[in-house]
């Protein structure tokens, strides 16, 4: 159903990258112009539609910068969210505003480094005002590679490796159609260029996609399954306590793929699951399904992902009867001292 409907959106494919190139087009020739701020700014996105691993990444920035003893913050569009305008989200010390008002993404950035954040769809605004409220000399944007309003200190560009893999064509044209934002060609703006493999091996990238890798500064990036965390108590176990187990995976992420595949990885069943679409807002009548399913299958657990288990700790009480851990994952490199120093070398 979902390649008939690609197939009926293929008239449109040329009309949105009519406006796309006239808009980059306006902007390489400085008719659109980009404005600097009064910090470093670091960009990280994607060409494609979610699912490469941007927010991982921009922790994994974020912590890298922050141990440097480099005054950080992040800013983000906030998608998804209840909200609009410019909202901070926190402070460094503490986290100010709910999953729903700010976005699953921000949110859980904040749960793994606490440093001042905000949401603003306008992101110069946002920014300068987050720089002038705490003083920060660095700026991870994120998901802003798209975003060229606001002038980037290094533009950091991620493509999840299974993409680049896939024979599917249709995946591989512009919007409505495809996945793509831009075309590859827009590689040529990125300053590095991340390919998240994921929990799959490093392959071979198609020919047809290499060519635009030329004299770039190329890593391949990797997940790491720590282990399993209560989202109820916070108490860590490991993934080879829960082998064996009968599990009910619930999910709501741009791409489910690589966290069932994680799971399988670590010899866990995935038979059982609720697939939802990414960026859900979680309600009691999902919960109430969710413990529906997990009876009706005689789970012992629920299984879900980080992003998903920010948004589903709000019903702790509505799921008392149910246990809930998320997946904890932690993004490396193949050559991680290069990177790192690569990204720092440009901060500071």
Sequence with gaps: MLDVLRVLFIPLVPIYALVIGVRNYLFDVGIFKSKKVNAKVLSIGNL???GSGKTPTVIYVTKLLKKAGIKVGVLSRGYSRTSKGYLLVSDGNEIKE????????IYQTMLECLVPAAVSEKRVFGAEKLINDFGINA???DDAFQ????????????????????KNKLRKLGLPTGNLR???????RADLIIINRKFSHRQNLP????KHLDGKNVFTAFF???????????????????????????????????????????DIETTNKMIFRDHKIYTEDDIHNIRKQFYATNAQSVLTTHKDAVKLSQFNKESDDIDIYYLQIELDFDR?????????????
């Excluded at 709910?98 to 993404?105: L, P």
């Excluded at 831009?182 to 040529?188: L, M």
């Excluded at 991680?336 to 500071?348: A, H």
Aim: proline share 3%; glycine share 4%.
């Design 207 to 210: 020919e047809e996609f290499q």
């Design 224 to 266: 790491h399954a720590i282990g399993f965390v209560d989202i109820k108590t916070n108490m860590f176990y490991k993934p080879e306590e829960f082998r064996g187990q009968k599990s009910l995976v619930v999910s709501a992420v741009a791409n489910p793929y690589s966290f069932l595949n994680a799971l399988r990885q670590i």
């Design 139 to 141: 700026i991870v944007l």
């Design 98 to 105: 709910n999953v729903e008002t700010c976005g699953d993404e």
């Design 147 to 166: 975003h060229r309003w606001i002038h980037r200190d290094i533009n950091i560009l991620i493509f999840e490796q299974r993409f680049l893999l896939s």
């Design 182 to 188: 831009e075309p590859f060609s827009a590689a040529k």
């Design 48 to 50: 494609t539609v979610g």
């Design 336 to 348: 991680k001292e290069e990177f790192d120093k690569y990204v720092l070398s440009k901060i500071k």
